[in-house]
Nanobody, 124 residues
Framework: QLQLVESGGGSVQAGGSLRLSCVAS????????MAWFRQAPGKEREGVAL?????????YSNSVQGRFTLSQDTAENTVLYLQMNALKPEDTAMYYC????????????????WGQGTQVTVSS
C-alpha cells in the first residue's frame, strides 16, 4: 500500500510563493505517475500538474503553466515538490497529491492513491 503525505500549504498574499511537498512511502513502485490536483470550495477537483517518474516529463494545466514547477528530490525519489510562484487568489484551494501506475494523464478517477490534502489560501 502506498501512502502520500502533503505539506507546505499556508496563507500568502497575491504574488507570493509556496512550495508543496508530497512524500510517498510504502509500495513506491506504484508511483509511475504522480500528480497534484486541487479543489476550491464549490468547485470540482481539477488537475494542476503531472509528473512521469520514468523520464521525468512534466505537464501543467493552462491555469498554472509558467507559474508552477514540479521537481523531485534527487536523493529520495519518493518526494515530489510543487513550487508555486506568482500566486493568485484563484489558486486558493485544497491541494492533493495523487499517484497511479500506467499512463500518466489527467483522469483523476484513474489515480489510485491520494493524500489528505494541504490548504493553500491566497489573499488579494
Amino acid at each position: 500500500q502506498l501512502q502520500l503525505v502533503e505539506s507546505g500549504g499556508g496563507s500568502v498574499q497575491a504574488g507570493g510563493s509556496l512550495r508543496l511537498s508530497c512524500v510517498a512511502s510504502g509500495y513506491t513502485l506504484s508511483t509511475s505517475c504522480m500528480a497534484w490536483f486541487r479543489q476550491a470550495p464549490g468547485k470540482e477537483r481539477e488537475g494542476v500538474a503531472l509528473f512521469e517518474s520514468d523520464g521525468g516529463a512534466t505537464y501543467y494545466s493552462n491555469s498554472v503553466q509558467g507559474r508552477f514547477t514540479l521537481s523531485q528530490d534527487t536523493a529520495e525519489n519518493t518526494v515530489l515538490y510543487l513550487q508555486m510562484n506568482a500566486l493568485k487568489p484563484e489558486d486558493t484551494a485544497m491541494y492533493y497529491c495523487a499517484a497511479k501506475t500506467g499512463v500518466c494523464w489527467w483522469n483523476e478517477e484513474r489515480f489510485t492513491f491520494w493524500g489528505q490534502g494541504t490548504q493553500v489560501t491566497v489573499s488579494s
